[in-house]
């Protein structure tokens, strides 16, 4: 299970590394705000690989992983969009 967590890990830092290379970090996080993307994508990815190991089991919880932190990097590049969008 440690190996999968390692794994998890790794695949929220290429998710965070490639959302910060394609700017979806919020402009409003200042100038830390990379640090905040990378956590939440890591923490989305563990996150995730655990749901899917309950749910899907060990084969398939890498991939949840990565989607679920691919979901949560965009969802939170989107919500100051929408929500600008919104007061309009």
């Known amino acids: 299970m440690l190996v999968l967590a390692l794994e998890w890990v790794a695949a929220g830092l290429v998710v965070g590394a490639l959302a910060l290379a394609a700017g979806l970090r919020p402009t409003l996080w200042g100038a830390r705000g990379w640090l ?10 563990l996150a995730g690989g655990a749901l899917g190991t309950l749910l899907f089991g060990r084969f398939f919880s890498t991939a949840v992983a990565l989607w679920v932190a691919i979901v949560a990097v965009v969802a939170v590049a989107l919500a100051p969009r929408l929500a600008a969008l919104r007061q309009r």
């Open 36 to 45: 905040g993307v990378l956590g939440i994508s890591i923490g989305a990815a």
